[in-house]
């Protein structure tokens, strides 16, 4: 893939966002609450500036993909997940895949998402309407991926996350996904928290959980002040006795390269490739939909893909 720059980048900022965008996975209440919390700013950023995201792209796009590095925390080894919304609202859906390395990627159905009135807030339900949220699981090991899929029940990625949890796999589960913008629409933060109850943990243990977290501050608002997460849940979470795991990158990364993507167009129907090649237009440009990087090709390449494929 290819990163579109950020305004006003330089390599020591990289370095400093790509430090502080992490996942970090913890237990509580004797171990019998696992969680993570995520700080996925830069992946925001590069995310947006990769699809030319607006404000409300963004923000829906982003809370998806915080969404994703979040359960991306579930998987290991070469395990990945796709998290998909199909809808009837103007958003359409939207498509986000996530693996245990922490790489997350992925597209809005619709962009730019048409308006017709000016946003008053940041509720996304009536951009969402009535469709399905699905899980697909691509595990290791595993001869089929595994789907589950409930109804929209909320238009809200985290509550209606939750739902599927409780529902598709009986298991309590709370999403907090947030994005924090200034005053220019630039995102200054974003992040997330995850809290699922595991086998063991009593309903008055998890309901106490609950009402602290409908106080929890904004995960965005404290990543663009540059918190640090581990101070933070122990802090709010002192009397569950967090206990952290582990601290792993979370970035915005597609596996894409010019040679797949032509690998790809080399295995084309032999009368369309023949068209290709010569009528064009040259360059001939294909896109990623997953991360929106553009690739060209000139007519003596694909040329050359015929070529092969007559021999």
């Known amino acids: 893939m290819k990163k579109a720059a950020l305004p006003g980048d330089t390599l020591k900022q990289q370095l400093k966002d790509k430090a502080r965008d992490r996942v970090h996975t913890f237990l509580m209440a004797d171990d019998t609450i696992k969680c993570a919390f995520i700080n996925g700013t830069r992946m925001i950023r590069e995310m947006r500036a990769n699809?030319?995201?607006?404000?409300?792209?963004?923000?829906?796009?982003?809370?998806?993909?915080l969404a994703g590095g979040l359960i991306s925390t579930t998987l290991k080894g070469h395990d990945r997940i796709n998290l998909r919304i199909d809808c009837s609202g103007p958003i359409k859906g939207f498509s986000v895949e996530a693996n245990a390395r922490g790489e997350v990627r992925g597209y809005l159905k619709q962009s730019p998402i048409p308006i017709d009135k000016p946003m008053n807030d940041f509720n996304l339900s009536p951009f969402f309407g009535s469709g399905f949220l699905t899980i697909?699981?691509?595990?290791?090991?595993?001869?089929?991926?595994?789907?589950?899929?409930?109804?929209?029940?909320?238009?809200?990625?985290?509550?209606?996350?939750?739902?599927?949890?409780?529902?598709?796999?009986?298991?309590?589960?709370?999403?907090?996904l947030s994005i924090q913008f200034d005053?220019?629409?630039?995102?200054?933060?974003?992040?997330?928290?995850?809290?699922?109850?595991?086998?063991?943990?009593s309903d008055q243990t998890f309901d106490e959980l609950e009402d602290l977290i409908s106080h929890f501050p904004s995960p965005g608002k404290l990543m663009a002040d540059l918190e640090d997460p581990e101070m933070i849940v122990h802090s709010v979470f002192k009397d569950f006795k967090p206990r952290f795991l582990v601290s792993e990158r979370i970035e915005f990364f597609c596996p894409c390269s010019e040679e797949k993507i032509a690998a790809y167009i080399a295995m084309?129907?032999?009368?369309?490739?023949?068209?290709?090649?010569?009528?064009?237009?040259?360059?001939?440009?294909?896109?990623?939909?997953?991360?929106?990087?553009?690739?060209?090709?000139?007519?003596?390449?694909?040329?050359?893909?015929?070529?092969?494929?007559?021999?």
Not at 286 to 311: A, D, G, I
């Open 51 to 65: 699809f030319g995201y607006g404000l409300l792209e963004t923000l829906v796009a982003g809370h998806a993909y």
């Open 136 to 176: 697909t699981k691509i595990l290791e090991g595993m001869k089929q991926p595994y789907t589950g899929q409930v109804m929209i029940q909320y238009g809200s990625i985290a509550k209606d996350l939750a739902h599927y949890y409780f529902t598709s796999e009986q298991t309590p589960t709370v999403f907090i």
């Open 183 to 201: 005053r220019q629409g630039d995102v200054r933060g974003a992040g997330g928290l995850f809290i699922q109850a595991m086998p063991g943990v």
């Open 268 to 311: 084309l129907p032999m009368d369309e490739l023949r068209d290709m090649a010569e009528n064009g237009p040259f360059p001939m440009e294909t896109r990623c939909h997953n991360c929106n990087t553009v690739y060209l090709y000139e007519q003596e390449t694909v040329r050359e893909f015929y070529e092969k494929r007559l021999n």
